[in-house]
């Protein structure tokens, strides 16, 4: 009788509902994160996105695996697809066998990444830095839990500290990016060289800044020798070979993530 209800009840639901409901079901990577409730109000939100109405609607949701972090997501955004890219790839955590100390989340968006970094490396240091000025506010509301461990940093990593012109796409907000166009908003570039402290080692990176890899990897690089490990997210023409090439330039062994189509990871033996 009991299944024969949850049967009724599929039917009676949207394809793409059912859908959702049936991967929650069958995936318990899944339900570690979200119960199910939210994890269906995260996928609605996600397929609607682009919709300029629900800009001023905000969800919270309760990421278990997060230490029970409640989380801020904006509707008509992509805050949604963050968090599902996030808990399901978790492609944003380092190799096995790193356990790191000092992380630098380069790309940081709106915190997701950077909260797991501290629930998964509790002893861990966390710099967040995001270079829009939207989606840092927001990481730091849903990092305040860590406020002790985690730092966000409002800038937009780049080869030298310079005021830079930033585009964000509504809906697209996870894709902003330094352009040369003079219709984005004014963000404050500053290098790796600037950023990171002093002489300190610096145990992991997650590079993921949506096109500045090539810049950033190729000019002022004196930073690269104090970093353990780093994990770079390709994007547009930058590809992994490319990548692969300016990180062994930079001294450490790189090889093609096998868990994601454009990431490389770099790492240098410890003296």
Same mark, same amino acid.
């Given at each position: ?57 905000? +969800?919270?949701?309760? #990421? &278990? ?12 955004? %992509?805050?949604? /697809? !963050? ?80 005021? +830079?012109?930033?585009? #964000? &796409? ?12 003079? %219709?984005?908003? /004014? !963000? ?84």
């Amino acid at each position: 009788m009991l299944i024969q209800c949850v049967k009724s009840l599929v039917r009676r639901l949207p394809p793409s509902t059912s859908l959702d409901l049936a991967r929650w079901i069958a995936r318990p990577g899944i339900r570690q994160h979200l119960n199910c409730r939210d994890y269906l109000r995260v996928c609605h939100l996600a397929r609607k996105r682009q919709l300029e109405d629900n800009r001023s609607k905000n +969800l919270l949701v309760t #990421v &278990k695996s997060f230490a029970n972090l409640p989380v801020m997501l904006r509707c008509g955004t %992509s805050d949604a /697809s !963050v968090l599902l890219e996030t808990i399901i790839g978790l492609f944003h955590l380092p190799p096995a066998g790193v356990s790191p100390k000092v992380i630098w989340d380069l790309g940081a968006n709106i915190g997701l990444t950077a909260a797991h970094f501290a629930v998964c490396y509790p002893d861990a240091k966390v710099y967040a830095v995001e270079a829009n000025p939207d989606l840092a506010t927001i990481a730091n509301q849903n990092t305040s839990k860590w406020r002790d461990r985690i730092q966000v940093i409002e800038a937009a990593v780049w080869s030298e500290n310079a005021e +830079l012109q930033f585009s #964000v &796409k509504f809906g697209d907000e996870y894709g902003g990016q330094v352009t040369s166009s003079h %219709s984005g908003i /004014s !963000v404050q570039g500053r290098s790796l060289n600037s950023l990171f402290p002093g002489d300190d080692i610096v145990d992991f990176v997650k590079m993921d800044i949506e096109g500045a890899e090539r810049q950033v990897l190729q000019q002022q690089t004196q930073w690269a020798a104090r970093v353990h490990c780093i994990k770079v997210e390709c994007h547009g023409d930058y590809s992994r070979d490319n990548c692969i090439s300016d990180l062994e330039a930079l001294g450490f062994e790189a090889t093609a993530d096998d868990r994601h189509w454009n990431c490389v990871i770099g790492r240098r033996a410890r003296s």
